[in-house]
T-cell receptor, first 114, second 113 residues
Framework: GAVVSQHPSWVICKSGTSVKIECRSL??????MFWYRQFPKQSLMLMAT?????????EQGVEKDKFLINHASLTLSTLTVTSAHPEDSSFYIC??????????FGDGTRLSIL | GDSVTQMEGPVTLSEEAFLTINCTYT??????LFWYVQYPGEGLQLLLK?????DKGSNKGFEATYRKETTSFHLEKGSVQVSDSAVYFC????????????FGKGTKLTVNP
């Protein structure tokens, strides 16, 4: 089946640094990738929709300058959390789709900002 | 806007018990409906889906039927196993799953031996 790989799975860094998370579709070409944020014991909140070769579409309330999304190829999208602070600590999950199939999810990245 | 409401958890069952997790939705148009499962520390896996009224999705012994008249998509399993312990999310989208997913809050299931 379709596989989405997310890296790293867990990252701890100091406040003020930037962190990049990669999302790769390993066996299919993803025309669209989604980035979600999940707080403890809560549901997934869609942050942005990323289409290959174009700018990401951010959901209301998500700071585009804070969460930089790049979808440069059909198999890779990256989320960069810039100048991260403790309140950015969360579980970030990506998903990918060809456009005609259900979304396939990565295993998530646990981000901890000290 | 579209929304999904699922029963509050957590749900704790003994092995081989019957499981029902309720899910109702509000949507314009004719959404597709999904159940996703999240095991501890992992992302989401698609469990089953249904794209039109009266469709029944099934997988790994789980079933859910798309009921347009009651706007529901309840998840059921006749005999749960310890390995079914996870968080279950009901979700909808309006175009076969490729567009934005709207999730319920999730229901944590714990199955004891």
């Amino acid at each position: 089946g379709a596989v989405v790989s997310q890296h790293p799975s867990w990252v701890i860094c100091k406040s003020g640094t930037s962190v990049k998370i990669e999302c790769r579709s390993l066996d299919f070409q993803a025309t669209t990738m989604f980035w979600y944020r999940q707080f403890p014991k809560q549901s997934l909140m869609l942050m942005a929709t990323s289409n290959e070769g174009s700018k990401a579409t951010y959901e209301q309330g998500v700071e585009k300058d804070k969460f930089l999304i790049n979808h440069a190829s059909l198999t890779l999208s990256t989320l960069t959390v810039t100048s991260a602070h403790p309140e950015d600590s969360s579980f970030y999950i990506c998903s990918a789709t060809t456009g005609s199939q259900p979304q396939h999810f990565g295993d998530g990245t646990r981000l901890s900002i000290l | 806007g579209d929304s999904v409401t699922q029963m509050e958890g957590p749900v704790t069952l003994s092995e081989e018990a019957f499981l029902t997790i309720n899910c109702t939705y509000t949507a314009t148009g004719y959404p597709s409906l999904f159940w996703y499962v999240q095991y501890p520390g992992e992302g989401l896996q698609l469990l089953l889906k249904a794209t039109k009224a009266d469709d029944k999705g099934s997988n790994k012994g789980f079933e859910a039927t798309y009921r347009k008249e009651t706007t529901s998509f309840h998840l059921e399993k006749g005999s749960v196993q310890v390995s079914d312990s996870a968080v279950y999310f009901c979700a909808l989208t309006d175009q076969g799953g490729s567009e934005k997913l709207v999730f319920g809050k999730g229901t944590k299931l714990t199955v004891n031996p």
